[in-house]
């Protein structure tokens, strides 16, 4: 059974960083892409970035683009979110995610796997 669990999140203001971590268990996942998205209030949940477990390319949003940075650790099974410079249009909650493959994909529907989510809330 594949679990992915979040922590990290929390209460920043404006210009601050947040860390947040994915441990992922129950297989190897040397051929998954692992991804950040999230979803703020009233709004559809959009993708932030992803990695490619296997040959370690990434792919990011636009308007995080130099403040976030996702990387993993294959010994930990762990993938991290750096973000940095954070704004209040930052805040929502953050789900990890899993897919299947090499491809990444930018659809919430492509990934098979989810975490529970962390809130991250930024303030002016």
């Known amino acids: 059974q594949v679990q992915l669990v979040e922590s990290g999140g929390g209460l920043v203001q404006a210009g601050g960083s947040l860390r947040l971590s994915c441990a992922a268990s129950?297989?190897?996942?040397?051929?998954?892409?692992m991804g950040w998205f999230r979803q703020a209030p009233g709004k559809e949940r959009e993708f932030v970035t992803a990695?490619?477990?296997?040959?370690?390319?990434?792919y990011y949003l636009d308007s995080v683009k130099g403040r976030f940075t996702i990387s993993r650790d294959n010994a930990k099974n762990t993938v991290y979110l750096q973000m940095n410079s954070l704004k209040p249009e930052d805040t929502a909650v953050y789900y990890c995610?899993?897919?299947?493959?090499?491809?990444?994909?930018?659809?919430?529907?492509?990934?098979?796997?989810w975490g529970q989510g962390t809130q991250v809330t930024v303030s002016s």
């Open positions: 995610a899993a897919r299947r493959g090499i491809q990444v994909v930018s659809t919430p529907r492509g990934y098979d796997y």
């Open positions: 990695i490619s477990w296997n040959n370690g390319r990434t």
């Open positions: 129950g297989r190897t996942f040397s051929d998954y892409v």
